[in-house]
C-alpha cells in the first residue's frame, strides 16, 4: 500500500494526537477530528486506528526526515479513543471490544458491561494540541 504525503500527514497528525490522550482518560474519533481541522473526518480517524499496525509499518518505513518521528505500535494508546456517546466501538475481530475495555480498565476507567465509558468523567477534550 501506498500512502499519498496528504494522507501520510493525516495519520501522523491522528497518532501524535492519540499520543497526548493522558493516562485514565478517553476522547472520540471526532474530537480528533476536530483537533487534526478535519471535524468531517471523524470515520477516517477510525479508520487510522483500525489499520494501526499497517499504516504505523508504513509511516516508519517510509521515513526520510528527522523532522518524522518514529511511531511505537507498542505505546501509543488507541484504546483511549471511543465514540462521541462513549461506547467502545465494535470490531470485525469481536474480542477487539474486550482488549479495548481491559486496557481501559487497567487505568482505572469504569467500563460498564455493554462497554460504554462516562465520557463527561473520564473525557478528554482539549481545545487545541500541538503535534
Known amino acids: 500500500m501506498k500512502l499519498t504525503d496528504e494522507s501520510k500527514s493525516f495519520h501522523y497528525g491522528v497518532y ?3 499520543a497526548q490522550i493522558p ?9 480528533i477530528a476536530y483537533l487534526l481541522n478535519k471535524p468531517q473526518n ?8 483500525k489499520h494501526l499496525s499497517g499504516i504505523i509499518n508504513i509511516l516508519n518505513a517510509d521515513l526520510d526526515t528527522e523532522s518524522e518521528i ?11 479513543v471511543l465514540s462521541s456517546s462513549g461506547k467502545i466501538s465494535p470490531r470485525e475481530n469481536s474480542n477487539g471490544q474486550y482488549i479495548q475495555a ?3 480498565r487497567e487505568e482505572d476507567v469504569i467500563v460498564s458491561d455493554s462497554h460504554i ?12 494540541v500541538d503535534f
Open 16 to 18: 501524535a494526537i492519540v
Open 70 to 80: 518514529y511511531i511505537d505500535i507498542n505505546t501509543l494508546p488507541w484504546w483511549r
Open 102 to 104: 481491559d486496557r481501559l
Open 117 to 128: 465509558v462516562d465520557i463527561e468523567e473520564y473525557g478528554w477534550f482539549p481545545d487545541e
Open 23 to 31: 493516562y485514565g482518560k478517553v476522547t472520540s474519533y471526532g474530537h
Open 42 to 49: 471523524s470515520r477516517q480517524v477510525g479508520s487510522s486506528l
